[in-house]
C-alpha cells in the first residue's frame, strides 16, 4: 500500500486494485480514485473516476474496503459552552485496504470517549491534525494517541507539528515523499514510527 499527502487534511492510499482518497479540496490538484472519503461537504473536490463518495457517519464497504465513518467535533462541547459558539461537525473514517488499518481523524478538535475509541478499534495508520494552529492542541492530541495507540503516528494539516513531537519524545520522525509498505508484517511492533510526508 502506498499512502501520498496532498496538503492539509487530504491523502491518498492505494493498494493492487483500489485507491481511497480522504478529504481531498481544490488545493489538492488533480487526484484519480475509485473511493472517497469526506467530512468537507461543499469543499469536497472532484476525483477522476471515483464511483463513490462518502460524507456521512455509518458503515459501508466498496471494493473490498471496509469503511465506519463517526461523527465528531471540530471543538468540544465545553469550549462551546464558555465561547458561545456552535461547534461545527467534523468525520472520522476508519477504513482497511491492503490489510492496514487506518484512521484518519478529520479536524477533530476534542477527546474521544471510551466508545468511540472501542468502536474504531485496533489502528495501524493514525493521520491526525494536532499542534500549533489546529483543533487538537498537544494535550488532547496525546491523550487520543494513548487511548489509540497507532503503530504509524502521521501528522497532517496546515499547523506546526514541531511542540507536540518534541513532547512525545519523537526523536527519529522520517520526512518521506510517500509512505509504502507491503504488508501489515513491515509495521512497527514495539515503538511508533512518526511520518510526516511531503506533498505531492
Given at each position: 500500500?502506498?499512502?501520498?499527502w496532498?496538503?492539509n487534511?487530504?491523502?491518498a492510499?492505494?493498494e493492487k486494485?483500489?485507491?481511497v482518497?480522504?478529504n481531498?479540496?481544490?488545493?489538492a490538484?488533480?487526484l484519480?480514485?475509485?473511493l472517497?472519503l ?6 469536497t ?20 474496503v471496509?469503511?465506519?465513518?463517526f461523527?465528531?467535533?471540530k471543538?468540544?462541547?465545553k469550549n462551546?459552552?464558555?465561547e458561545g459558539?456552535?461547534s461545527?461537525a467534523?468525520?472520522i ?8 488499518k487506518?484512521c484518519?481523524?478529520g ?8 466508545d ?10 493514525l493521520?491526525?491534525?494536532a499542534?500549533?494552529g ?9 491523550e487520543?494517541?494513548?487511548a ?8 497532517m494539516?496546515k499547523g ?5 513531537l ?8 522520517q ?8 504488508s501489515k508484517?513491515?509495521?512497527p511492533e514495539?515503538k511508533?514510527?512518526?511520518?510526516i510526508l511531503?506533498?505531492?
Open positions: 500500500m502506498d499512502i501520498t496532498h496538503g487534511t487530504c491523502y492510499c492505494r486494485g483500489v485507491s482518497v480522504v481531498p479540496d481544490e488545493k490538484g488533480p484519480k480514485g475509485d472517497v469526506t467530512s468537507l461537504g461543499e469543499k473536490a472532484k476525483v477522476e473516476g471515483a464511483t463513490q463518495v462518502f460524507d456521512w457517519p455509518g458503515e459501508y464497504e466498496m471494493k473490498d471496509p469503511v465506519i465513518g461523527q465528531a467535533w471543538q468540544s462541547k462551546e459552552e464558555t459558539k456552535k461545527e467534523t468525520l473514517f476508519r477504513f482497511e485496504i491492503g490489510g492496514i487506518v484518519h481523524l479536524e477533530l478538535g476534542h477527546t474521544l470517549t471510551s468511540m475509541v472501542k468502536e474504531i478499534g485496533d489502528v495501524d495508520v493521520m491526525m491534525a499542534g500549533e489546529e483543533n487538537l492542541d498537544n494535550k488532547k492530541a496525546m487520543i494517541l494513548e489509540i495507540d497507532p503503530r504509524v503516528l502521521m501528522l494539516g506546526d507539528h514541531t511542540s507536540l518534541k513532547e512525545l519524545g519523537a526523536d527519529q520522525v520526512e518521506l515523499e510517500k509512505f509504502s509498505v507491503k508484517s513491515e509495521l514495539d511508533r514510527m512518526y511520518v511531503k506533498k505531492s
